[in-house]
């Protein structure tokens, strides 16, 4: 039995490798871009970058809106970045549903965070940490914003935000 070369052997017939490769790289190049038409780019979406929620109120913007509680009918510590963007202080209102509202002040062209000012207490949070409540966010400026912000525990970067002794609510103006 004689062995002919394999280009003797292949003459005539089609490589089926050589045909292969271009087909298989076009299919991938395809498939791979396929990836992009059916997951959607994550910069197109709006979403919350934070542990806290976004609140507008007109010339009063809050971001990062979290309540620091030890526990459920504990009292809880409002936390937020404020930046009132008006000539005038604003007074904030916050309250849960039924209950009395507790007031933050706000200085006129300013950004704080709410709880370096103040600590600005709910007198008791109807959740455990790990929940979320219903908060009414009111400032004079605006009108109310109702929100579902989340409640979490006093711990790592929020050690130092616990809550104090039962605060008794200040009365509205």
Not at 18 to 35: E, F, I
Not at 150 to 158: F, K, Q, T
């Amino acid at each position: 039995m004689r062995r002919t070369p394999l280009a003797a052997r292949s003459a005539g017939r089609p490589t089926s490798l050589r045909r292969l490769l271009p087909v298989a790289a076009v299919g991938a190049a395809l498939a791979l871009s396929a990836c992009q038409t059916q997951s959607p780019v994550q910069t197109d979406s709006t979403y919350q970058p934070a542990d806290g929620v976004a609140v507008d109120l007109g010339p009063v913007q809050l971001r990062d809106l979290v309540v620091i509680s030890d526990g459920k009918d504990k009292p809880g510590v409002l936390s937020a970045s404020v930046s009132n963007t008006s000539g005038d202080a604003q007074r904030l209102a916050f309250a849960l549903p039924q209950g009395q509202p507790v007031y933050a002040e706000t200085k006129a062209y300013s950004e704080e965070r709410l709880s370096d000012t103040s600590q600005v207490q709910l007198p008791s949070v109807p959740v455990n940490p790990g929940d979320v409540i219903t908060l009414t966010v009111q400032s004079p400026a605006a009108p109310a914003a109702v929100v579902v912000v989340p409640v979490l525990p006093a711990s790592g970067y929020y050690a130092t935000l616990a809550p104090t002794a039962v605060p008794s609510t200040t009365a509205k103006p």
